[in-house]
């Protein structure tokens, strides 16, 4: 697990130390704060909702498994309590202190999977910043946005047949 630590921590200082670039660290930070608690994703859930009636019910089913993928998150945090990174000067506020997994990164995931199966191309490529964005600003290790992807996108597939069921073809 050595080996891991350490790669996390090197990786970490890398993406950090490229957010010395204010243009950098300004869209880092807004995609931060954008994914915060998944408040992008679920705005995007529930306003495609509102504008594509024929596919409501499967936008509300994919923000709900978006916001319960993002609970499930909050609750293995609680459990394992890894410590953020330490080693680097973060670039934002966090509303915890606890790693892993990333939350950002398993909303992101889950409405990258849900919002796909609907599609929406342009959801995985905006999930991907919203993951990398946590590196930048120094808040996660890589393992931590890793097992929070992985999480998010399984609970998001996984209901993804309950989630089609609300489509009127």
């Known amino acids: 697990m050595d080996d891991l630590d350490d790669m996390d921590h090197r990786i970490v200082s890398a993406l950090r130390a490229r957010g010395t670039d204010p243009r950098v660290a300004r869209a880092a930070r807004a995609l931060s704060w954008a994914g915060e608690h998944g408040a992008l994703w679920l705005a995007a859930g529930l306003t495609a909702a509102a504008v594509d009636p024929p596919r409501r019910t499967a936008w509300l089913r994919g923000t709900a498994l978006t916001a319960g993928a993002h609970v499930v998150s909050m609750g293995v945090k609680r459990v394992v309590r890894r410590p953020r990174p330490a080693h680097?000067?973060?670039?934002?506020?966090?509303?915890?202190?606890?790693s892993f997994p990333s939350s950002h990164a398993t909303s992101a995931a889950a409405a990258a999977v849900v919002f796909g199966t609907l599609g929406v191309r342009a959801a995985w490529p905006l999930a991907a910043a919203?993951?990398?964005?946590?590196?930048?600003?120094?808040?996660?290790?890589?393992s931590d946005v890793a097992a929070g992807a992985a999480l998010g996108a399984l609970t998001a597939r996984l209901g993804t047949g309950w989630m089609r069921g609300g489509t009127r073809d």
């Not at 680097?88 to 606890?98: E, I, K, S």
């Not at 919203?130 to 890589?142: F, I, T």
Request: glycine content about 8%; aromatic content about 4%; proline content about 8%.
């Open 88 to 98: 680097v000067v973060p670039l934002v506020r966090t509303a915890g202190r606890h």
């Open 130 to 142: 919203v993951c990398a964005s946590r590196l930048v600003v120094g808040v996660h290790y890589p």
